[in-house]
Antibody, heavy 117, light 107 residues
Framework: EVQLVQSGAEVKKPGESLKISCKGSGYSFTSYWIGWVRQMPGKGLEWMGIIYPGDSDTRYSPSFQGQVTISADKSISTAYLQWSSLKASDTAMYYC??????????WGQGTLVTVSS | DIQMTQSPSTLSASVGDRVTITCRASQSISSWLAWYQQKPGKAPKLLIYKASSLESGVPSRFSGSGSGTEFTLTISSLQPDDFATYYCQQYNSYLWTFGQGTKVEIK
């Protein structure tokens, strides 16, 4: 069974750094793109970027380029989303998803990030 | 970027109703369109891919159609489990974008 398990909820202060994770299992982790999606409170889905764990090829949405870093460690089948300096506006639910022919066929359960002073 | 516009934003319907949601792309995306269902507090779930292909395990009351710039998601007979928010997503290029969502509410 394909599973994506994300790290737990985080509460951070503005300016702090953060790295959240998404661990894949039940499939060949290096053979499928992983995407990250943001959902701000009460809002819709926003595409952030994707990574191919096989060779770490990474693409970012222009809206998120330079704001976050997407990475992966194929040795432990885990993808990451990180911030170097959080802002209050980064408060959101973040989902990872496994892509299959361009669509998000399997999703993680989400990681809630709260940034507040 | 390709913009995706869904209509309506909110839809009130009763159990048993036929429901149609529209998604328009700002430029042609061929058939590279997917539909997702999201319930409160849950991750989205893939319903339809390549505009009209039903994902495995999704009830046959869901169907998708369209190509180019105009697409529709139809629920043939709305069930209690279908009250949720629905999103379209284009994947014509790696700069994927979602529609703003359509909330299906109980009338």
């Amino acid at each position: 069974e394909v599973q994506l398990v994300q790290s737990g909820a985080e509460v951070k202060k503005p300016g702090e750094s953060l790295k959240i994770s998404c661990k894949g299992s039940g499939y060949s982790f290096t053979s499928y793109w992983i995407g990250w999606v943001r959902q701000m409170p009460g809002k819709g889905l926003e595409w952030m970027g994707i990574i191919y764990p096989g060779d770490s090829d990474t693409r970012y949405s222009p809206s998120f380029q330079g704001q976050v870093t997407i990475s992966a460690d194929k040795s432990i089948s885990t993808a990451y989303l990180q911030w170097s300096s959080l802002k209050a506006s980064d408060t959101a639910m973040y989902y990872c998803a496994r892509l299959s022919n361009g669509v998000c066929s399997h999703w993680g359960q989400g990681t809630l990030v709260t940034v507040s002073s | 970027d390709i913009q995706m516009t869904q209509s309506p934003s909110t839809l009130s319907a009763s159990v048993g109703d036929r429901v149609t949601i529209t998604c328009r792309a700002s430029q042609s995306i061929s058939s590279w369109l997917a539909w997702y269902q999201q319930k409160p507090g849950k991750a989205p779930k893939l319903l339809i891919y390549k505009a009209s292909s039903l994902e495995s395990g999704v009830p046959s009351r869901f169907s998708g159609s369209g190509s180019g710039t105009e697409f529709t998601l139809t629920i043939s007979s709305l069930q209690p489990d279908d009250f949720a928010t629905y999103y379209c997503q284009q994947y014509n290029s790696y700069l994927w974008t979602f529609g703003q969502g359509t909330k299906v509410e109980i009338k």
